[in-house]
């Protein structure tokens, strides 16, 4: 199976500053078809989770453009360009190329 | 709008069966794979199965093939997971989730969960 490693798993932020979160894969997410089928999730508290991003970096519709998305191969990461206080909650990446599924641990974002 | 319904979770034994079910609507549902994803109570997301739009293809973790069956019934618009011989650490919140074999439709909509809790 592949696995997906986060970090940091905590990230205390001030409000309006930027934070970023990595995540890695232990084998290439390029899939056949030449895509990469990376995937980052919200979850806020209480709630389901929401995806933002897919494919490493496309924004989901309504998603806010300061989530951002970068990389490539094995090595992927998740930008917030000024933290809001709506951003609290935890975040998963998760492939989408190989069988199974796999998420990674999860990053728990909270204000400073 | 999409909407995905889960319902059918409990309180049930270890060793027992339950069978929970998503109501799908606002999309093509024979259009589209469903994936069912868990999440143990303050623990991270588990993908557990997917079955692709027309059920000719189904997908499992290892942890539970043999003991579920993910299905689905295309002219009732909604989604199934047969859980059987269930054990302590099936316990955990069950996602229907929209997806696809791949794409940019994968995992796009999640319902809101239902809990099942495996407990003696």
């Known amino acids: 199976d592949v696995v997906m490693t986060q970090s940091p798993l905590s990230l205390p932020v001030t409000l309006g500053q930027p934070a970023s979160i990595s995540c890695r894969s232990s084998q290439s997410l390029v899939h056949s078809d030449g895509s990469t089928y990376l995937n980052w999730f919200q979850q806020r508290p209480g709630q389901s989770p929401r995806r933002l991003i897919y494919?490493?970096?496309n924004r989901d519709s309504g998603v806010p453009d300061r989530f951002s998305g970068s990389g490539s191969g094995t090595d992927f990461t998740l930008r917030i360009s000024r933290v809001e206080a709506e951003d609290v909650g935890v975040y998963f990446c998760m492939q989408a190329t190989h069988w199974p599924r796999t998420f990674g641990q999860g990053t728990k974002v909270e204000i400073e | 709008q999409v909407q995905l319904v889960e319902s059918g979770g409990g309180v049930v034994q270890p060793g027992e069966s339950l069978r929970l079910s998503c109501a799908a609507s606002?999309?093509?549902?024979?259009?589209?794979?469903m994936h069912w994803v868990r999440q143990a109570p303050g623990k991270g997301l588990e993908w557990v199965a997917f079955i692709r739009y027309d059920g000719s293809n189904k997908y499992y973790i290892d942890s539970i093939k043999g003991r579920f069956t993910i299905s689905r019934d295309n002219s009732k618009n909604t989604l199934y997971l047969q859980m059987s011989s269930l054990r302590v650490e099936d316990t955990a919140v069950y996602y229907c989730?929209?997806?696809?074999?791949?794409?940019?439709?994968?995992?796009?909509?999640w319902g809101q969960g239902t809990l099942v809790t495996v407990s003696s």
């Open positions: 606002g999309f093509t549902f024979s259009g589209f794979g």
């Open positions: 989730v929209k997806g696809a074999l791949v794409g940019a439709s994968d995992f796009d909509h």
């Open positions: 494919k490493v970096s």
